[in-house]
């Protein structure tokens, strides 16, 4: 019914910046609480960023001053501007929704496929 798609991954050296972007497609559902995930190589998915109902964003403390997530609801997107990246921040990213539809009146959590982010120089 919703698909997640992540976009804006790719190639940066340290102390640079990148914006991932996650777009949610579908008919007839509004979005809850919305988060990013990163999962490193022999490592477990962690919580980076997350964007609650009630416009509370909570941060991992690993990324807290150089990380910041945001909404446009309008469009059905979500946002990660990453900035003074380290090459601790390598990892798959993913997007991840509360999805309430409008017909069935349940909410569902989706995943995106993930994007990759890498910092090296």
């Known amino acids: 019914q919703v698909q997640l798609v992540e976009s804006g991954g790719g190639l940066v050296e340290p102390g640079g910046s990148l914006r991932l972007s996650c777009a949610a497609s579908g008919t007839s559902f509004r979005i809850g609480t919305v988060g990013w995930y990163r999962q490193a190589p022999g490592k477990e998915r962690e919580l980076v960023a997350q964007?609650?109902?009630?416009?509370?964003?909570n941060y991992a403390d690993s990324v807290q001053g150089r990380f910041t997530i945001s909404r446009d609801n309008a469009k059905n997107t979500v946002h990660l501007q990453m900035n003074s990246l380290k090459p601790e921040d390598t990892a798959i990213y993913y997007c991840?929704?509360?999805?309430?539809?409008?017909?069935?009146?349940?909410?569902?959590?989706?995943w995106g496929r993930g994007t990759q982010v890498t910092v090296s120089s």
């Open positions: 964007f609650t109902t009630n416009g509370r964003t």
């Open positions: 991840n929704a509360d999805i309430i539809s409008r017909v069935y009146l349940t909410s569902r959590n989706y």
